[in-house]
């Protein structure tokens, strides 16, 4: 059975830094996007960052590209959201997911159940 286990949310001032990873079993994900998503309280899930397979292509939403950090270690089947200045904004429970594909799409196929970030003012 695939599962996703989030680890490294927590409680943060503005401004400062969390480090979320993400470790694959049941599965190897090395051949295959992953990335994370989060959702705020009433508002709907929304994408943060995404790395292809082998780690080469790097996706982010505007909202963090130039904070926030994806990267991968295949051989630990984990993936990281490295993020760094942190805004209140960023407050919601992100998610790990990977999809059945090499590289990032609309669609991913396995989730996570989440971890809560929450960065006060």
């Known amino acids: 059975q695939v599962q996703l286990v989030e680890s490294g949310g927590g409680l943060v001032q503005a401004g400062g830094s969390l480090r979320l990873s993400c470790a694959a079993s049941?599965?190897?994900?090395?051949?295959?996007?992953m990335g994370w998503f989060r959702q705020a309280p009433g508002k709907e899930r929304e994408f943060v960052a995404a790395?292809?397979?082998?780690?080469?292509?790097?996706y982010y939403a505007d909202s963090v590209k130039g904070r926030f950090t994806i990267s991968r270690d295949n051989a630990k089947n984990t993936v990281y959201l490295q993020m760094d200045s942190l805004k209140p904004e960023d407050t919601a429970v992100y998610y790990c997911?990977?999809?059945?594909?090499?590289?990032?799409?609309?669609?991913?196929?396995?989730w996570g159940q989440g971890t809560q970030v929450t960065v006060s003012s």
């Open positions: 790395i292809n397979w082998r780690g080469g292509n790097t």
């Open positions: 997911a990977a999809s059945n594909r090499p590289d990032h799409s609309r669609r991913y196929d396995y």
């Open positions: 049941g599965r190897t994900f090395s051949s295959n996007a």
